[in-house]
């Protein structure tokens, strides 16, 4: 479909509101020639901007693709808790975590394992950061806003080029990596002010036209009983979700069991809120301590409102969208596996290929799925006597393992893509080509697409800070200028992207479970271990200098451990014991080897450091009102 078919106000919005973003962001931020304004603005932000900046740094589409899939998913409200336990978590960062780090100076979180612990901790966990930002999280923020661009456009060509996920995916690389190379932290800061309060106000209005398009809609094509026929779009939510308007799941569940509200959930959100180079860069770069946590606590009470408008609406996706979700799965990610069934079916002997499926196909292809239990045990001799769909395919391709196990390579069965039954991370993109109208849509398609291009820019200056300062500068060029700095810095944005772009495209493979959960799963093996370290760092002032480079190490270990031997535990309760493995091995490290006088952290910076009392009473107010939406939704 030619690009006549898109209404030209939407592309005029669209383009209209990118390049303010991108001119603000490089015009706010001119001259930042030394190491200090361009890594972190010149420590000149102010709590606004802070705030502001941490939300559009966090919000990007891993929430609205990942999170918003997830919640169209059997998860729901429960995914919910990423962001509102993130609420008490900011609170508890700016006032246990960002006095000593704004009192010590730094530039970067590895910086300060090197003044407390040694340069060997530094070194590691720069190493660490790099790979995590470069191979997975910046790839991920690039694929899920290239996802949102190719659900949106449904194979229209623009200036007749055919957007797609690859290429989505470089152009929005190449946006974000114009202003973060020109202009560093503060043109990252600047330009979120716009993208995140668009943000909020773009899934403001996708919530309250998915309620009325719910409120709308036929009941006989949702299911509802004829009683909730004039019932309104609220009152049919809650009818139709009833199951989903919960934060607590099974011990068991895959993604979100009530043990890691416990532990495990706590785990990931201290350290990205409180150690995470992209995240905390924000607060390292405030004019002072006061302007700093009030900053935090004004992202911690906007957290609150994200799961209104992000898991609400993904919910909303699914009840009104689920056979476009459906027709998405088949066309996009089922039909090269479909299409090898086509040809194997009738002489599965001798094929040496097996098919998976997960349980929402056995539900949306029943006959299918019955066609494909049998022909697994006819081309395998795995033959499985039972009656309930999903659990034959699951008992068939674990036999089917056990099996390949005791053949060699060249004789294995070759087990295919598992066939899905919804593509879930659809749900966002198609409430913007649904319901969204004209002009309207080119705004929200911007103000998505802008959260992706922040995230990204966020982690694209993180990634350069860490590689210019903490490796760079300490194992190539110690004397470097404050110019060469900048100049190493601008080219690692670039070299950073090119790395995304490559491997981005490779995300749309459904193995990985969704977005959300690839960068949750692969951040579980460094942040348990970066976690235990700065906690000990920060108040066990006895704990010796070996403490941060074994933490780190064993983290990773550890829970990659767990995945090999327990590869059916929930990653955020293989975080909690990872955790509890790192936290043990440093409390006897200190037991044994307690260094002789504690460590003093000296002070090395001329901000204020007075802390703010309205700050306080204001993160009081927002922790207490997390606690009611818990007890609310329970």
Known sequence: MPIDALLILDVVVFVGFIAAVITVGIVMSRHEGDSESYFLAGRGLSWWLIGFSLIAANISTEQFVGMSGQAADYLGLAIAS?????????????????????????????????????????????????????????????????KTADVYFDGQAVLGLSIDVTTASWMIGLLAAVYVAAGGLKACAWADLLQGSALIVGGAIVLVLAMRALGNADPAALGLSPELAQAGGIERFRELNASKLHMVLPASDQYVPWTALAIGLWIPNFYYWGLNQYIIQRTLGSKSLAEGQKGTVFAAAMKLIIPFIVVFPGIIAFNLYRDDMRADADAKDNAETLALFEKHKADPAGSGIAFQLNRDFAKTHPELASEIARFNGAATGVAVYKTDLPDVNEIQIEKIRAKNASLPPDQQIVIQKELIGYKFDSAFGLLIRKLIPPGLRGFMFAAILGAVISSLAAMLNAASTIFTLDIYRQYVHRSASERSLVLVGRVCVIVFVVIGGVVAPWLDDPRFGGIFTYIQEFQGFISPGILGVFLFGLFVRRAPRICGLVGLLLSPVVYGTLKLVAPEMAFLDRMAITFACVLVALGLLTLLRPLEKPIEMPVKTTIVLESSRGAKIFGVVVILVTLALYAYFW
């Open 82 to 146: 990423y962001e509102w336990i993130a609420a008490i978590t900011l609170v508890a960062v700016a006032f246990l975590f960002l006095p000593t780090f704004l009192r010590s100076g730094i530039y970067t979180m590895p910086e300060f394992l090197e003044r407390r612990f040694d340069h060997s901790a530094r070194t590691v966990m720069s190493i660490m950061m790099m790979v995590t930002y470069v191979a997975v999280t910046i790839a991920a923020v690039i694929y899920s806003g290239a």
